[in-house]
Nanobody, 124 residues
Framework: QLQASGGGLVQAGGSLRLSCAASGRSFSRYGMAWFRQAPGKEREFVAGINWSDESTYYADSSKGRFTTSRDNAQNTMYLQMTSLKPEDTAVYYC???????????????????WGQGTQVTVSS
């Protein structure tokens, strides 16, 4: 089970940190990712972090502004978002798949477990 939190309302140029808390004992074996979905748009990959070496991958839209990390001892993944833009407004979801290796932007179908989503709104 995944629980996303940390969303909110922020002005353009501001920052937010999202968290994704996982239950279970094998968190370290899961490839983890962040997706987002804006109204009227498809869910899109934002960032991912691997289970084996904690290497990361970012969508072009988030590269250089967002940083994802994980704390296996706390069963938690994070997304630090900086220089936020109005187009970053969306519901952000965390996702997990056991032994999923992330080397590129993946479709949502590659992840079995999802958090409930947290709303991020960036005002101009």
């Amino acid at each position: 089970q995944l629980q996303a939190s940390g969303g909110g309302l922020v002005q353009a140029g501001g920052s937010l940190r999202l968290s994704c808390a996982a239950s279970g004992r094998s968190f370290s074996r899961y490839g983890m990712a962040w997706f987002r979905q804006a109204p009227g748009k498809e869910r899109e990959f934002v960032a991912g972090i691997n289970w084996s070496d904690e290497s990361t991958y970012y969508a072009d839209s988030s590269k250089g502004r967002f940083t994802t990390s994980r704390d296996n001892a706390q069963n938690t993944m994070y997304l630090q978002m900086t220089s936020l833009k109005p187009e970053d407004t969306a519901v952000y979801y965390c996702a997990a798949e056991q032994y999923r290796y992330i080397i590129g932007a993946l479709d949502s179908e590659y992840f079995s477990f999802w958090g409930q989503g947290t709303q991020v709104t960036v005002s101009s």
